[in-house]
């Protein structure tokens, strides 16, 4: 097997040199998306409208539901296909056919199906648009152009569910280049539509909502040429879509995870900010500085867990369970090293940091003491981000939901008690309360699941031992 193929990366090239062609594409990719948001909302910002950029705001809900419908596919069909092709590398000629088979007959169904959920998200979202918007909290005047940003995000539903679980499929093979080149191929598209609809015609929040679909469609295109051209096992076309049961299972048993997150993420991240707004506006603009701020290590943190899960899946399924525990290892080391080169330097200037941001007095009193806070957070929430990827990449259905919906959950109880009992200081340090509960609950189910997960058959392994290299 060639280097040059990323299949080489899963399964036979060192753990440090996987990481590095697996990872490093998937931090540029998320850094890249961290700076587009920020220049998105300038190009909004430039047009003077408050209403405007609090609609791009009010959108952020249902732009991560779209992503969490497509990681349901993505993230269940992808893993799937990594340990599959995992198994590949150990099996025979006369028992691949069968696995190759199936490759492709869930590569499929990753693709139609997360088109055909695009379409009833679709649907649902335009027929109760109005009561959406209100949910979301748009007052009288961001109304109008909420319900517009968002009913146009819904209109390419279909669009956005299908790119973000193109893109994990792609992954799957470790062909974490491709994946790079389609997130920033994408956003560089966003840039010119935005551009062109924002600032040449006009649109305001339209072009907004219509430049973000038309540059996932660039991102469709280029995966679906990459997959036809690049991929030797998984095949997308319709004739190999045949939704039945076991596949279901399979897909939904892992997915569903990623939706359960992003659910009860969302519902804690509006809550937290009905609680803070209480404590003033200088209160709750210091938790949106905070954020952003630690948002880059945050984001590099998911670059190596995103990067790392089709290795962990495919080792996984080969029962190469030495390559597992290394790439486990070696994965905490880097987020571990990630977050401690960003946060050091930043916790003891975090002062001066805070003030490049705002020089409003309110702000960064407090805002020092939030981000303090977030930086605690920061490591930890790396940490449990990977617990999650092992138990996706192993298809542990499970103990990968019980994580995603404590990372979620956890933060409502914590906050409330908070809130209540410390007053301000109990909300601002909730957040790293309910982080290091979740992380609590991924050790004591990795504890759980270790022999499971790390503890090869007598058979297996002496199969691996001579098929894979550790």
Not at 18 to 39: D, E, F, Q, R, T
Not at 348 to 367: A, E, M, N, W, Y
Request: aromatic content about 8%.
């Amino acid at each position: 097997m060639s280097a040059h193929d990323d299949r080489y990366y899963l399964q036979h090239a060192p753990i440090g040199r996987a990481l590095i062609h697996l990872c490093i594409p998937m931090m540029a990719a998320v850094s890249v998306g961290v700076g587009y948001n920020i220049v998105n909302a300038g190009f909004i910002g430039s047009l003077h409208s408050t209403a405007l950029l609090a609609a791009l705001t009010f959108g952020l809900p249902v732009f991560a539901l779209l992503m969490a419908v497509g990681g349901v596919f993505g993230t269940g069909g992808g893993t799937a296909v990594s340990r599959l092709l995992g198994e590949l590398e150990t099996t025979d000629a006369n028992g691949a056919e069968p696995i190759r088979a199936r490759i492709k007959r869930l590569s499929a169904f990753t693709v139609w199906g997360s088109v055909i959920a695009g379409v009833a998200v679709a649907a649902a979202g335009l027929l109760f648009l109005g009561p959406i918007v209100g949910l979301l909290g748009a007052d009288a005047s961001a109304a109008a152009p909420t319900a517009l940003y968002v009913g146009l995000l819904f209109a390419g539903a279909p669009v956005l569910v299908l790119a973000f679980a193109m893109e994990q499929l792609v992954r799957a093979e470790g062909a974490t280049k491709a994946s790079m080149i389609g997130i920033i191929a994408s956003t560089v598209a966003n840039l010119v539509f935005d551009v062109l609809f924002i600032l040449l015609l006009g649109w305001g929040v339209a072009g907004a909502g219509l430049a973000t679909v038309a540059s996932n469609l660039v991102t469709i295109g280029y995966f679906v040429w990459h997959l036809w051209r690049r991929s030797a096992v998984i095949r997308i076309g319709v004739r190999w879509f045949r939704p039945d049961l076991a596949t279901a299972k399979e897909v939904f048993g892992v997915g569903l995870s990623e939706l359960l997150m992003s659910g009860f993420l969302v519902l804690s991240s509006l809550l937290l900010n009905n609680v803070a707004v209480a404590y003033g506006d200088g209160v709750l603009a210091a938790f949106g500085v905070a954020l952003r701020i630690v948002q880059l290590p945050e984001m590099l943190a998911m670059g190596v867990f995103m990067g790392a899960l089709p290795l962990l899946a495919a080792s996984y399924g080969a029962r190469a369970t030495d390559r597992l525990r290394g790439a486990i290892g070696q994965s905490a080391l880097w987020i571990a090293a990630i977050v401690a080169v960003f946060a050091t330097p930043v916790f003891l200037f975090r002062g001066s940091v805070f003030t490049l941001f705002t020089d409003s007095p309110d702000v960064s009193g407090v805002g020092v003491l939030i981000l303090t806070a977030m930086l605690v957070s920061a490591l930890f929430n790396g940490f449990t981000g990977l617990v999650i990827t092992l138990f996706q990449a192993t298809g542990q259905a499970l103990p990968a939901t019980i994580m995603a919906v404590a990372q979620g959950l956890l933060l409502i109880p914590v906050l409330l008690i908070g809130n209540a009992v410390f007053g301000l200081t109990g909300v601002i340090w909730s957040m790293t309360i309910s982080e290091l509960l979740t992380f609590g609950i991924g050790l004591s189910l990795f504890a759980v699941h270790r022999r499971r997960l790390l503890s090869p058959t007598p058979a297996e392994a002496a199969l691996v031992a001579e098929a894979i290299p550790a």
